[in-house]
């Protein structure tokens, strides 16, 4: 059974502090023992945008060697469009130095089926590194998804894979993590803020298997939801 851990913040503000200070342990954190090298996965939305540009501007950062950067979710579009996740992070990313290997982004330059297969291989090349995603983000949306995981249909084609394209009911595309993924994810957190978040969040609470972020990390030993205010 999956344990979801539960902490409140009075703010968002108090929330987006703390999620900045936690980043920045992450990014910190050493090789553990064994030469397992620690990655972090990003998630996109707005909740957690201004952490990571608060957590940019302390340029240059403390990282860990060997860190790798991934992502939850990517729109189908050109990288350098104010839609992508990776170019909403790349302050951060341009803060933190990585070199180009280490920061697994979803080649949209390919068509979208072969960009999933991309970057679905190239999340099994980390994990078959040793690599452990520590920290996971997360975010909810109104409607109960989390990543680019919007329902039933996501989630079926999602069985066994790591990676998969989704149609989204915005009429976009994207690629997708899959609780296959996530289930290898050692600190998964979902950011939630918004008071119109409120129902998805009362059933994620009470652990409601038709909530699709709830099946999305069924297989995860414990999860965190980190709230603010009305959230």
Known sequence: ??????????????????LEERLARAAAAPVAPGGVPPAIMLSG???PLPAYQALAARAPLERGERLAILFSDERYVPSDSPASNYHRT??????LALP???????????????AARDYEARLAALLRSGAV???GLLGLGADGHTASLFGAADLERSRGRLAVAVQRPDGMS?????????????????????ADKADAVARLMAKDPGLTAWRAVE??????LWLAGGA
Do not use: K, N, W, Y
């Open 174 to 194: 994207a690629v997708s993590v899959t609780p296959e993924l996530l289930a290898q994810v050692a600190e998964p957190v979902f950011v939630v803020a918004g």
């Open 133 to 135: 995603i520590g920290l």
């Open 90 to 95: 790349a302050p951060l990313l341009a803060a």
């Open 1 to 18: 059974m999956t344990e979801l851990l539960i902490r409140r913040f009075a703010s968002r503000t108090a929330l987006e502090a703390a």
């Open 45 to 47: 939305g707005t909740t």
């Open 100 to 114: 180009s290997e280490s920061v697994l982004r979803v080649r949209t330059e390919l068509p979208l089926e072969d």
């Open 219 to 224: 297989g995860c030993a414990h999860v965190a």
